[in-house]
């Protein structure tokens, strides 16, 4: 597997990957936003010539690092491609203290692997999505 920035060409399997894992639904014209904005924190994992999961992150200060998205290819969980991604992520930015992120309350499974991954929830956020869902606040300090 190897993980690699995102580039122009992954852009129709990573929207398919975003709308068959997220509830949320995104535009494409969100995708390249956030690719603009930090072309850095927006990587995929191509396994066999096939992208098999993303992640999406953005650097609200020097050092931090907020991940707006993270989702594996349905066939590719529970392979550490998830965990891959976010310690490649990780690795990118050497000068991050403090990473966090929003996940949807009942999303039990993405909090399980959060938790594994040394993240915390800090609190509750009531009406945070579109459909009115509430996320935790998980955070991870890293020094
Ligand atoms: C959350 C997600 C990214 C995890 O990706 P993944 O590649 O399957 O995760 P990993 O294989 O790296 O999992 C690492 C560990 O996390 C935990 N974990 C991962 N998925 C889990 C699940 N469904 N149930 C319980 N624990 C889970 C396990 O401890 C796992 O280790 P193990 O397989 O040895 O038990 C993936 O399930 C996904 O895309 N979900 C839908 C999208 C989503 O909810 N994204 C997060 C929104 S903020």
């Given at each position: 597997?190897?993980?690699?920035k995102?580039?122009?060409?992954?852009?129709?399997e990573?929207?398919?990957?975003?709308?068959?894992?997220l509830?949320?639904?995104?535009?494409?014209?969100?995708?390249?936003?956030?690719?603009?904005?930090?072309?850095?924190g927006?990587?995929?994992a191509?396994?066999?010539?096939?992208?098999?999961?993303?992640?999406?992150?953005?650097?609200?200060?020097?050092?931090?690092?907020?991940?707006?998205?993270l989702?594996?290819?349905?066939?590719?969980?529970?392979?550490?491609i998830?965990?891959?991604?976010?310690r490649?992520?990780?690795?990118?930015?050497?000068?991050?203290?403090?990473?966090?992120?929003?996940?949807?309350?009942?999303?039990?499974?993405?909090?399980?692997?959060?938790?594994?991954?040394?993240?915390?929830?800090?609190?509750?956020?009531?009406?945070?999505?579109?459909?009115?869902?509430?996320?935790?606040?998980?955070?991870?300090?890293l020094?």
């Open positions: 597997m190897v993980i690699r995102f580039e122009y060409e992954d852009l129709d990573v929207a398919r990957i975003a709308a068959t894992s509830q949320e639904e995104y535009t494409i014209d969100f995708f390249l936003y956030l690719w603009q904005i930090n072309p850095n927006f990587l995929v191509e396994k066999n010539g096939k992208i098999a999961g993303f992640i999406v992150a953005v650097q609200p200060s020097l050092n931090e690092l907020r991940i707006l998205m989702a594996v290819d349905k066939d590719y969980r529970r392979q550490k998830g965990t891959t991604l976010l490649e992520l990780l690795f990118r930015f050497p000068g991050t203290r403090r990473v966090y992120l929003e996940v949807r309350t009942d999303n039990k499974e993405a909090i399980k692997f959060y938790e594994k991954n040394g993240f915390i929830i800090k609190k509750k956020i009531n009406d945070f999505y579109t459909d009115g869902s509430s996320a935790y606040l998980m955070e991870k300090i020094f």
